[in-house]
């Protein structure tokens, strides 16, 4: 390269892109001069960034002169040796990506292709990118049928079959349920590729690594089409594997996110999958890691009042509410951890699912017992996690009058909660606070505790959650706790 060109691209490459500067640098190297210097591998990288800088802007003029070069420019580009410059690239054929026009205008010289064929490339950094542009294509009105034309297909799906190239074949499966899920619209285009049953396929396959991305894949796909077919293959495949590690617990918590969200499903399947994760998460059959795992799905799917209205139907909530005390009193943190957070979701949820959410209010209150005595300990815990996750329970039950007077029935309860000294972390003071806040917001809170307690909730919130009112002046002195920020 010239030293005089070299010094042009260094001072556009340094100095903030004007028109002025965009023109003197075309003047001084015209883009046909430019590409040729994308094959000078001691610059490449500079020309790559001053063709980036030349249409940073995507104005109608500049997308103008880049289509004039575009010809010539992008294919050069997305097949160049350097990860740089194809990646320069993508960028550049992104800008036109925007508008149904030039998008057709690529289709016909096949830089769509291009692109499509990068998805498969063996850098990640080319196959996001990659995808990130033909996703943007996808979202034109004509871009689904040009993305997903016949040999665009034929490509993909000949990629999502090949075993042996499984991380390139996930990164196109994972496309190809991103764009369905934007463009439910073109459902039947979709399912062309063949990618759904793909992923049914790797389900009922016998290698982990691959069960467990398709799962996370699966939850790319458009509600509707994730649906009872899918959940049966999904269960079928967890029930086969209990008790075998991770995979039943992966795949039952992926359906449990499928049930708690719009997926449809039967009442029998409901039924099918409440039993079989209820009576693991019992621990009568199963190992303590696996009770855990089956506490956590059943904390996925009581996150939402529909999921705690089919935990409900399935009558199986009494028998695994009778377990919440010994599992708080046992040795193993995970145990007590997942038995919180099942219990945090689910009383939650409870009050906003209607009459399924009263049913389940009178499983808690009837089904608890004794509940508080542990959970003032685990509130009292120097274990952060354990702490706040009691707390979190006492918010939970908060929303509920019968929640309230199993709180106050403890008889340090209230000490406890008004104790700003006694957290260490913003997190614990945050949910104390919030506690106090529900308890007031009952109209039976008064009926329930009395004008003594009642004020004294009262004052503790008009302190706010990290402030103690201290001596006869009213002088607020900061109690914020220093640890577990």
Known sequence: M???????????????????????????????????????????????????????????????????????????????????????????????????????????????????????????????????????????????????????????????????????????????????????????????????????????????????????????????EIGKELLVHLLQVAES????????????????????????????????????????????????????DMLNVLSVLSSSPRGLKILVRSKTLPSVCRGVSSNLKSQQSDLKLATLSLCVEAIRSAKFAEEEGEAASTIFAEGLGDVMEPLIKLAKCPIQEEKVGAICMFKSMAHHAWGVKKLFSHGDFLAFLLDRKAESSKRALDEKFEVAKLVLSHPQTSEILGAGQVEMISNFVANGAYYTQQGAGGNLMPNVGTMAL
């Open 2 to 224: 010239a030293i005089d060109i070299a010094a042009k691209l260094q001072d556009f490459d340094r100095l903030p892109a004007t028109a002025e500067s965009k023109s003197a640098l075309l003047a001084a190297v015209p883009l046909p001069k430019l590409l040729e210097l994308l094959n000078d591998a001691n610059h490449v990288e500079l020309v790559s960034k001053c063709l980036n800088k030349l249409f940073s802007e995507s104005s109608q003029e500049d997308l103008n002169v880049l289509k004039q070069q575009g010809s010539e420019l992008f294919p050069l580009g997305l097949q160049h040796p350097s990860d740089v410059v194809r990646k320069s690239t993508i960028k550049l054929v992104e800008k036109l990506m925007g508008n149904e026009g030039d998008l057709l205008w690529l289709q016909e010289r096949d830089i769509v292709f291009l692109l499509v064929k990068m998805l498969s490339d063996e850098s990640i950094q080319m196959s996001s990118a990659a995808s990130s542009a033909l996703l943007r294509a996808v979202g034109q009105p004509s871009g689904v049928r040009v993305v997903f034309n016949e040999r665009h297909v034929a490509h993909m799906s000949k990629i999502i079959c090949d075993r042996e190239q499984a991380v390139v074949a996930f990164r196109v499966l994972e496309f190809i349920c991103t764009a369905w899920r934007r463009r439910e619209d073109e459902t039947e285009v979709f399912k062309s590729t063949g990618a759904k049953d793909q992923l049914v396929a790797i389900i009922h396959s016998d290698d982990i690594l691959l069960q467990l991305n398709a799962v996370e894949v699966i939850a790319l796909l458009p509600s509707h």
């Open 241 to 292: 594997t209990l008790g075998s590690g991770a995979v039943p617990a992966r795949l039952l918590e992926a359906c449990a996110r499928f049930l708690a969200g719009e997926v449809e499903s039967s009442a029998e399947l409901e039924g099918r999958f409440c039993e079989t994760v209820s009576q693991r998460a019992r621990g009568e059959s199963s190992s303590v890691q696996e009770q855990v």
